[in-house]
């Protein structure tokens, strides 16, 4: 049965130290949200207490509608996919996808023909009596996926499952992970610190800082249209600029920045501009150009990317990074102009 997860109001300690604090999260039915964040975050922290593996300090943890809040971890049903695999070394691969249904009281034949079968599905069918050391590192993270599914949890959790893989069995990974999880429906909590990871194996991604989850939503939202300056750093809006309206001509405004710069925004491509705001930008949402109307700076070093010249530009105490066009890159201690690109830029409320 697919059935919810739902974190009211958790406070958590190590120690004297609060690591989370009044941390709601309500995940749906069959649906994957990732924690995504710093070392240090309290993204491990949240999975460890669905887990079993902590106690909160206050609130409550509730899987559909049953409390798990002070039961123990074996009471709970829940698969788990390790970032170091967690094999046994002594037993063959379809004993170790078999493990949880032998604990479950389940009988020989039975389990092995469950083993064998969801072996099948993750494509090792033919290694099934080796031992994990004869396996590779994407292949041993199969068999942890298996023996997590097995058991048909009403809830698989991921902690960090594919930090030791190289890069390109990460990718070939999160897409059998999503695959497979989206074939079971199983309700998914999936721990990482890798944005494009979380991005792309997602139904929803918890972008967490101090303890705190700063912004929940899809990964396109979060991308376009982060909620405030930290989450808009975390995404790559490298440029957080203030700025002030100086006039409105319909949806076409005009704002100034702090060093008196003046450039026309359009309220149709960004939304609503208030009178007082900061102008995210990526390096990609301010085109430097040599001249015309614009934000005025002196530009530094340059670095070739491929797809564009990369420029370090000031105004004053300003600093920004731009990202130019891929004709003759502009030298060092050149004026140039800087022109956003609504595209990769968002509006955030002003800081105080």
């Known amino acids: 049965m697919t059935v919810s997860l739902t974190i009211e109001n958790v406070t958590a300690h190590y120690g004297q130290t609060e690591v989370l604090k009044n941390l709601s999260l309500?995940?749906?039915?069959?649906?994957?949200?990732?924690?995504?964040?710093?070392?240090?975050?309290?993204?491990?922290?949240?999975?460890?207490?669905?887990?079993?593996?902590?106690?909160?300090t206050s609130g409550q943890i509730r899987l559909g509608t049953k409390d798990l809040t002070?039961?123990?971890?074996?009471a709970r049903n829940i698969g788990l996919v390790f970032q170091n695999y967690a094999?046994?070394?002594?037993?063959?691969?379809?004993?170790?996808?078999?493990?949880?249904?032998?604990?479950?009281g389940m009988g020989t034949e039975e389990r092995a023909k469950k083993a064998e079968s969801m072996l099948e599905r993750v494509g090792l069918a033919k290694f099934s009596d080796r031992l994990p050391a004869a396996l590779s590192g994407g292949q041993k993270q199969r068999v942890a996926l298996a023996r997590a599914l097995v058991i048909e949890p009403p809830l698989l959790m991921f902690d960090e499952p594919l930090s030791n893989l190289d890069a390109k069995l990460r990718v070939d990974m999160r897409v059998e992970i999503r695959?497979?999880?989206?074939?079971?429906?199983?309700?998914?909590?999936?721990?990482?610190?890798?944005?494009?990871?979380?991005?792309?194996?997602?139904?929803?991604?918890?972008?967490?800082?101090?303890?705190?989850?700063m912004q929940l939503d899809r990964p396109e939202v979060l991308?376009?249209?982060?909620?405030?300056?930290?989450?808009?750093?975390f995404v790559g809006f490298e440029n957080l600029i203030p700025m002030s309206v100086t006039a409105r001509d319909g949806a076409s405004v005009t704002a100034r920045t702090a060093e008196g710069a003046e450039v026309l925004l359009s309220q149709d491509?960004?939304?609503?501009?208030?009178?007082?705001?900061?102008?995210?930008?990526r390096p990609d949402g301010l085109q430097v150009r040599r001249e015309g109307q614009g934000m005025p700076v002196t530009l530094g070093i340059h670095t070739y990317l491929g797809r564009a010249y990369q420029y370090r530009a000031k105004a004053g105490a300003a600093e920004y990074l731009a990202n130019g066009p891929l004709g003759e890159p502009l030298e060092a201690g050149s004026a140039a102009v800087l022109v956003p690109v609504a595209e990769q830029c968002c509006i955030l409320p002003a800081e105080d």
């Open 70 to 74: 002070r039961l123990p971890a074996y």
């Open 87 to 104: 094999l046994f070394p002594h037993l063959s691969v379809r004993d170790n996808v078999a493990f949880g249904l032998k604990q479950r």
């Open 269 to 281: 491509e960004l939304g609503a501009i208030p009178d007082r705001f900061v102008l995210a930008a």
């Open 26 to 56: 309500d995940i749906k039915a069959g649906e994957l949200v990732s924690l995504l964040g710093a070392s240090g975050c309290g993204k491990t922290t949240t999975l460890r207490l669905v887990a079993g593996f902590l106690e909160p």
């Open 223 to 233: 991308y376009q249209r982060p909620a405030n300056a930290f989450v808009a750093r």
């Open 179 to 213: 695959q497979l999880q989206r074939a079971n429906g199983t309700t998914s909590l999936y721990v990482t610190h890798d944005q494009e990871e979380a991005f792309s194996i997602s139904d929803r991604v918890a972008i967490m800082h101090a303890g705190r989850i």
